[in-house]
């Protein structure tokens, strides 16, 4: 069986994913000082925030609208 490999990513998401493999393989070869892992890892945490869905924001009223007849 032939295996084929993907060269670009598709979204946000799967960047995400490929940069956390990517750091836990330097970090466990050692090539990832403590440091080095705690600044990819707020860059990680950064661009996950970024990528999760944003809530509506709900309707308030105000006093002055009242009920409409």
Same mark, same amino acid.
């Given at each position: 069986m032939s295996e084929?490999?993907?060269?670009?990513? $598709?979204?946000?998401?799967?960047?995400?994913s490929v940069?956390?493999?990517t750091a836990e393989m330097a970090q466990k070869s050692g090539i990832l000082s403590?440091?080095? $892992?705690v600044?990819?890892?707020? $860059?990680?945490d950064f661009l996950m925030a970024m990528?999760? +869905?944003? !809530? +509506?924001? !709900?309707e308030v009223k105000t006093e002055e609208e009242g009920p409409k007849a």
């Open positions: 084929t490999r993907r060269t670009q990513v $598709a979204n946000v998401g799967e960047s995400i940069l956390i493999q403590f440091d080095d $892992a600044i990819v890892k707020s $860059a990680i990528n999760q +869905p944003k !809530a +509506p924001e !709900a």
